[in-house]
């Protein structure tokens, strides 16, 4: 097969706060033509960067599509040259005020535009590609996560790119919507077209790559053919575990344990819990839910189904129209989100902008809720930076200084500090935490995910009362005690874990009553 | 962008500019803007060299003066850098400025039975509500409104009621009967704010006495160079200067005591981290407003703070100036309250930068106004000044976070 890209001695080093970080060091990368090459590696290995090399050049190295040497110095020329990208970070790929056809201007020719043009070729393209629907004139921050993703994926795409890069293009995707994608990316491939896949869903690339690089702390660890290693794995399972091994550089996955425990004190109760979105449309609509200590409720369903609504007012950070909320007994319903965190509440966003300080440094963002902690005006300056130390250490976030700006970590590295914050909120005297997290797991890889999940369950037996929003169902069937399933704005049902089944769960999900599943 | 056979482009630095090469930037941008504004007077056909020469002069021989002026624009920068930090726009310092000078000539009317040792503080405690009042719409605009901008707006909009409240008084109930202008009378002497020129030292240990109303010094050496200037009305005597610092109210300690708490208590960090909450919290709804919001801090309470803070300081200086130094009211403002801006952002949204700006703010402004009346200058041309000088300074904020790079294609 044809070589269609070939990168040497790819370097590229970024500057910060005086610490020197080789994010890529002496890269050699090639993709065949018609393969789906899968690049993983740990959080902060490279692996963005590196993509990020062809769309502005390395600070050394050379890059040649088909064999000829070409200097990729910005987008642009790099769409030229038939490359398409769906980046990791939406945040900055994507303009929230706009809409989606105007986020895709890339196929507009000449010199005038005209959206209408560009507005019916995304709908051409939607149906060619099986991408499921979306409305080319809704602005952006109108969007779930996932359909944000899809716009994404869409945008790189349209422009009918021989090589198409994805950068974690999976991690906000109903399970549907990635078969779809990974259907599309087998056509894709017999037609020709070249893919690197970056994803830490690692049966991703076990099941539908055709080679594997490795990257970790910046260098190449190894280039595998995927074919012929399955032939030695007995299992995906076990495929999985060798390349997690070679991700990290020692064992790292081992299954998880849930202890048994009888859960006994309500924590937090709401009842009949109606609420609107942005747009006025009522997502949320009678909910109730019951949370007690030492105990995690998964609350699975497609993600856009009002989990994400419901969470907001339950907190307060969104007007509830009717419903209460209890704590511990207490009636909180609109109370502030001061007030409720301070019983002991901690909030993981799925909307990472809403946790994030990204032009404050990593301490800054990491003491977002212990900075209160002392009883005078004064922040405890020495105390606090302890304990950001430690949380830097114990979650391993990958960090030059803790005095460098979050936006300089790299995607899962970022998640690490939200995630080590909320898990590290010490509720008031005594009384167990309450823990609100909405897909912890995101963008994290896979050691760290299955770090992550230990600490849930760790602080689960130490008292913890924990609401899981998660769309990732392994991730709901693995910790949870109880499964509550979200469809438009209703719960569909309530099962215990030990019922529950990714079967039964899907079933659910897809709007089916609980009845006809358990009949 | 392409210039012949190059790429121009601008690229994110990986780390914002900060601590000292921050200031050596500034001090470049700053050069840069006495440049423009040296090609803009050449062609008015005025040497720039010799106009920065004497403007330079100009503030050795009235260095009181200068500080007088310091005292006002250290004020109110001060309080725009809070609400700056948090980013909210308060343009409008001026009309609480105003509303400030108007404070303390109303309690000097009215309260006029009290003993100064009681009016004077009162006058302050006015002059800093009544700021703050000021400030309010913003806040509330700001916050309930909903709508980005509405800082700007509201606080502009507010400086105009302030300057015709203050020019119906002074041209109605407050005019002074006996001039034939609109000015106010007088406020009356025992009521005014102690300057430097009657205070007296007294050092225990040294028993020393300084007297500031006449700090006079030798000036043999430059005799000569003064002797060359052409400083017009200007009396000098060349054989000893003589600095009268009754220009120079007591607000002046006031002002830097007020810098330094606001530099402890917002601006500095220990290990990377701010020493007050309230220093953090700006610093987050500053930068993330939503995130903020999430973590459970109140937009509202930082806003209400910002805004009190900066009304309350804008107005302590309308204070100081009234009752410290012009003793009576226009009826045209100042424009301190513009150039206070353009002090803050100068001084890097730092209270220890803004007093260098402000200092060099009062340089420009007192060596202007002494030049404005020898060179005929229209007093427009300060204007001009702090202008280039505003526009140079927020180019640099520009480069702290961007670098323009280039190259062949
Ligand atoms: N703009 C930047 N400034 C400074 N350092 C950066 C910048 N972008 C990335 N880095 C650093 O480069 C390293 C690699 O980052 P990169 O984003 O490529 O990781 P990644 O492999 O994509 O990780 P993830 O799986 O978490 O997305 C990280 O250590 C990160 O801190
Ligand atoms: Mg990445």
Redesign the pocket.
Known sequence: MDIVLEMQGVCKT?Y?DGVI?K?NDQVNFNLKKGEIHALL?E????????VGTLFRKPDSGIIRLNGKEVELNDPITALNYGLGIAR?DLTKSLIERHTIAENILSISKGFFLSLTEIENEIIKVLNMYDLGELDPKVRIWKLSGGEKQRVEILKALISDPDILILD?PTSMLTPTEIDNLFKLLNKLKARGKSIILIS?HLEEAVNYSDRITI?RQGKVVDTIDTHKAKENWKSEEEGIRAIANLMVGRESLYDLYREPLKPVNVAIEIKGINAKNEMGDEVVRGVGLKLMDNQIVGLAGISGNGQAELVEAMLNLRKADSGEVWIRGMNITNKSIRAIKNLGVAYVPEVRRKALILDLSVRENLLLNSYQYSPTPMIENDNNALITEELIDRFNI???SPLVPV???????RQKVVVAREFSVIPPDGAGLILIVENPTF?L?VGTTQFVREELLKMRAAGAAILLVSSDLTEILTLSDVISVMYKGRIMGTVDSEDATRENIGLLMGGVELEEVFS | MRIFHYEVFMQKR?STITGLKAIRVRIFALFCGLTVIGIFFGFLGIDPIALYVDIFWVNILLFPNTLGRFITLLLISIGLAIPFKARIDNIGAEGQYVIGTLAAFGTSLYFSFLDPVLLIPLMFINGFIIGAIWALPVVFFRAKGGFQGADVVASFLMVFPAVFLMEYLVSGPWRDRETGFAYSSLIPEINRIPVLGDLKIYIPLLDFHLDFSSISFPMVNIKELFEGLSLGTIQINIDTIRWDFSPVHITIFLAIFLTLIAYYFIFRYVNGIPKTKIGYEINVIGKNPLAGRTAGMSFFKVILFCMIISGGLAGLAGVGEIAGNQFRLGTTSPGYGFTAIAVTYLGGLNPIGILVSALFFSVLSVGGNAIKLTKGLPGTALDVFSGVILFFVLLAEFFFRYTIKWRRV
Do not use: I, M
């Not at chain 1, 936006?407 to 590295?413: E, K, V």
């Open positions: 970024f910060g970080v994010a590696g959080n902060g290995a490279g692996k963005s960067t590196l990791q974690e830490h990257l990958k960090t030059p936006r300089t970590l790299s995607g899962g590295n963008g890889d | 990986v």
